[in-house]
């Protein structure tokens, strides 16, 4: 797999998880919105946007897994909240950790999801090569 983060050396760069571009190259994972519902198809955390990114998280997981892949090689992030404002006082810790060699990444609100309790939504691409 070839990934080069892009830097672009403002200042603001070093206070963000994330590129604002990544050159890659290879074998390409592109993944569904992924939710924060359990094995079951319940959704966990409702009302709980910390306990919603982390399953979400968790599930992202799973499917980096079942390709053979790993966050490392996530290029970029779409991540869609229902509250932008609460999704960056109350997640940070939460989600940070994830973001692995600073892949790009967009965070856009949206009215509503699928499922009126989810809070959150990701998805991912991810070079496997």
Request: hydrophobic share 45%; glycine share 6%; proline share 4%.
């Amino acid at each position: 797999m070839s990934k080069e983060p892009l830097v672009l050396n403002k200042g603001y760069e070093k206070k963000v998880p994330f590129s604002l571009g990544v050159v890659a190259s290879g074998r390409m994972l592109y993944t569904a919105g992924i939710t924060s519902r359990n094995a079951d198809g319940d959704v966990v955390g409702e009302g709980d946007i910390r306990a919603q990114v982390a399953q979400c998280f968790a599930n992202l997981a799973d499917v980096l897994a079942a390709a053979g892949a790993t966050f490392s090689q996530i290029i970029k992030y779409t991540i869609f909240v229902t509250d932008i404002d609460v999704f960056n006082n109350e997640t940070r810790d939460v989600r940070f950790p994830f973001f692995v060699d600073r892949p790009a990444a967009t965070l856009v609100e949206v009215r509503r999801l699928i499922d009126p309790r989810m809070m959150v939504e990701v998805e991912a691409v991810a070079c496997l090569d």
